[in-house]
């Protein structure tokens, strides 16, 4: 499914994101599986919560980490999150 | 040589609970040992509480409810409450049979993650014949609510000779009920389907139609289904990477307490596997003889020792090189470089002419009776 980046993105009911204390990272749960994620990954997917588009999310990170030019990176990322089922797109009413 | 620079040890990741070995199905691959019924003294609620928290501190996140028949245990929604608290992801592995909609829903609310529901084969006939129990209507009416409530829905098929014919239809059914994963699992020839190996082990050319009819869905259902194939190794050249490596990720509890490094590891005679009734999840895991007599490689002798793929598949698996050499703790021999590779070959040949000519022993169903007159037989062996 191609990135729509007007959507919102929310995360999978299907999929847990989890902080996991032990492993000092968070992870992605679902039937019998785990992905680990890098701190990026997890920063990113952590705005995925159903009230953000792709442009909203790139500059509250931008902001964030005081930083510019992350849009190629957060688009290239949410893509293969949508492949992999850990989100969705909700596109705006 | 715990926490050696060589080998550190990892902390557990999966925990199997296996709750009973109470089963109101009798499917002959079960992989539940052929003794089973000689092990009661099933551990308590309690017992199973203290077994979540000790191994969720040690860093186990997913967690698999399993048995024998989970459902069974009627404390399985407090067991599922409390692992849910402490983070795990909760699986339920079922029959699904006679499971109804209030305990879908109870479960739910307990906060169950996630059911995976077994189905023997796509029609009622051989389906209800390999359960040993009139049950698929039931086992799909499960599969629709399990979807209606929310959860992931996991169907679960073992391939074996019996069903391998008809994998289309069970991958049509699989899209019929509209399941989020298919397990297409190929059968493990431990237990009681080592037992039924001549019975059940396709043949080559079976096994590589349906798997290239299962590739074949898997590229048309991209992005709707997910299907998993387990593959049979005893038509791969390379042995299975057992348990991501002995005592790395796995940890199995068995249902009177008994701590195994996989699920199969009962069977391997003076492990001594210890039980979580004696030791904490902890000292189970970092000290016990059992969790490091196969971590790392010193334990490995030729032609693993010397191999440069021992990091990826360790060797292999300790249950099947003592099931077929009667050392566990040779290379597994279904590798190409086993000196024991020709038991395997021989192994598919026995099959193979007793598929040829219809002839050979019945399958031997798993329940109590068989069990126990195979416990009587082993304890005189």
Known sequence: ?93 | MVGSDKFPVSSPRWLLAELTYTCPLQCPYCSNPLDFARHKNELDTQDWLRVFSQAREMGAVQLGLSGGEPLVRQDLPILVKHARQLGYYVNLITSGYKLDEDKIAELKDAGLDHIQVSIQAPERTLNNYLAGTDSFENKKEVARLVKKHGYPMVLCVVIHRQNIHLMREILDMAVELEADYLELANTQYYGWAHLNRDQLLPTREQFQEAEAIAQGYKEKLKGKMKIYYVVPDYYEDRPKACMNGWGTTFLTIAPDGLALPCHEARSLPGLNCPNVRDMSIRDIWLHSDAFNKFRGFDWMKEPCRSCPEKTRDFGGCRCQAYLFTGDMTAADPVCGKSPHRYTVTEAIANARSSFQSGEGKPLVFRNVKNSKSLSSRMGKA
């Open chain 1, 1 to 93: 499914m191609a990135l729509d980046t007007k959507s919102l993105f929310s995360f999978s009911p299907l999929h847990r994101l989890q902080w996991e204390e032990a492993q000092q990272r968070f992870v992605i749960l679902y039937p019998e599986g785990m992905v680990e994620l890098n701190l990026s990954a997890a920063e990113i997917l952590k705005l995925c919560d159903g009230t953000r588009d792709l442009e909203q999310i790139v500059s509250e990170l931008e902001t964030k980490f005081e930083t510019t030019g992350l849009r190629d990176d957060i688009s290239e990322l949410l893509q293969s999150a949508l492949d992999n089922g850990w989100i969705r797109q909700i596109p705006r009413q």
